[in-house]
């Protein structure tokens, strides 16, 4: 069965960094496209970055846009999310996700079949 699980969380002063990781298990990487998202309290999930599995295209909302990275390890089987110059309001719940091929890289949660139990970031001023 696919899982996956998230790690890297934590606590952090505004303008600090953090390193999310996604390990994936059940299925490989390279086959799926891989998003990592965000939700707070009262809000929809959002979609921070995304990626095709084998390189060559990925999103990023405009609100991470050169602050972000989205990468993966295909020898760990792993997503990441580096996340540098943070600020308060990317304090939020991260999730890692999976898709399969069909309808391509999309940013929407709804097209996701595949999360983590999502690991909890906050950026204190």
């Known amino acids: 069965q696919a899982q996956l699980v998230e790690s890297g969380g934590g606590s952090v002063q505004a303008g600090g960094s953090l390193r999310l990781s996604c390990a994936a298990s059940g299925y490989t990487t390279s086959s799926v496209f891989m998003g990592w998202f965000r939700q707070v309290p009262g809000k929809e999930r959002e979609g921070v970055a995304a990626i095709r599995s084998g390189g060559g295209l990925t999103y990023y909302a405009d609100s991470v846009k050169g602050r972000f990275t989205i990468s993966q390890d295909k020898a760990k089987n792993t997503l990441s999310l580096q996340m540098n110059s943070l600020k308060p309001e990317d304090t939020a719940m991260y999730y890692c996700?999976?898709?399969?091929?069909?309808?391509?890289?999309?940013?929407?949660?709804?097209?996701?079949?595949?999360w983590g139990q999502g690991t909890q970031v906050t950026v204190s001023s």
């Open positions: 996700a999976a898709k399969d091929a069909y309808s391509g890289l999309r940013s929407e949660p709804q097209y996701y079949a595949n």
